[in-house]
T-cell receptor, first 112, second 109 residues
Framework: DGGITQSPKYLFRKEGQNVTLSCEQN?????MYWYRQDPGQGLRLIYY???????QKGDIAEGYSVSREKKESFPLTVTSAQKNPTAFYLC???????????FGSGTRLTVV | QKEVEQDPGPLSVPEGAIVSLNCTYS??????FMWYRQYSRKGPELLMY????GNKEDGRFTAQVDKSSKYISLFIRDSQPSDSATYLC?????????FGQGTRLTINP
């Protein structure tokens, strides 16, 4: 079945550590996105990529980094510079120029 | 001003009630409007989308867009407990979707 796989489902990080969230899709979609979801704030865009080896900052990119070396993969690194990283992270993909995203099932990151 | 505004609720109604979920948006250039449904601890899934003004119906769900007032609505008829979820409106911005805050809906048996 085609879809988006996010891993891990739950992730715990100590303060000061970097962590990488995985996002893989087999939908042959060109565009991929990372969102952060906090209670009462909806989805906030962190980074997006329309094509391999290119990506753009979203609304809340500070403290995060991404790479897009392969069409299928768009990993997100939460760095120690992110002051409040505890959140639910969602990855999505879409065919370029078409509406509607397909979302993964999310990764819940908790800083301990 | 946020590009898309949505009342976060929570909204709680009895089973069988008609539910109305609403959003407003600020950019008159927006043409495509979507509703996503998100169950707890899951990713959102596309429920319906509409283009420009008008209504679109899919079973118990009706999406409505009024471009003159920049208002989008989702109506759920004969609501069921399985409809309990967070509903997010979205519109197609430049290269990406713009989401509302989401409304948490609970249907009580």
């Amino acid at each position: 079945d085609g879809g988006i796989t996010q891993s891990p489902k739950y992730l715990f990080r100590k303060e000061g550590q970097n962590v990488t969230l995985s996002c893989e899709q087999n939908l042959n979609h060109d565009a991929m996105y990372w969102y952060r979801q906090d209670p009462g704030q909806g989805l906030r865009l962190i980074y997006y990529s329309q094509i391999v080896n290119d990506f753009q900052k979203g609304d809340i990119a500070e403290g995060y980094s991404v790479s897009r070396e392969k069409k299928e993969s768009f990993p997100l690194t939460v760095t120690s510079a992110q002051k409040n990283p505890t959140a639910f992270y969602l990855c999505a993909s879409s065919p370029t120029g078409l509406l509607g995203y397909t979302f993964g099932s999310g990764t819940r990151l908790t800083v301990v | 001003q946020k590009e898309v505004e949505q009342d976060p609720g929570p909204l709680s109604v009895p089973e069988g009630a008609i539910v109305s979920l609403n959003c407003t948006y600020s950019n008159s250039a927006f043409q495509y409007f979507m509703w996503y449904r998100q169950y707890s601890r899951k990713g959102p899934e596309l429920l319906m989308y509409t283009y420009s003004s008008g209504n679109k119906e899919d079973g118990r769900f009706t999406a409505q867009v009024d471009k003159s007032s920049k208002y989008i609505s989702l109506f759920i008829r004969d609501s069921q407990p399985s409809d309990s979820a967070t509903y997010l409106c979205a519109t197609q911005g430049a290269q990406k979707l713009v989401f509302g805050q989401g409304t948490r809906l609970t249907i009580n048996p």
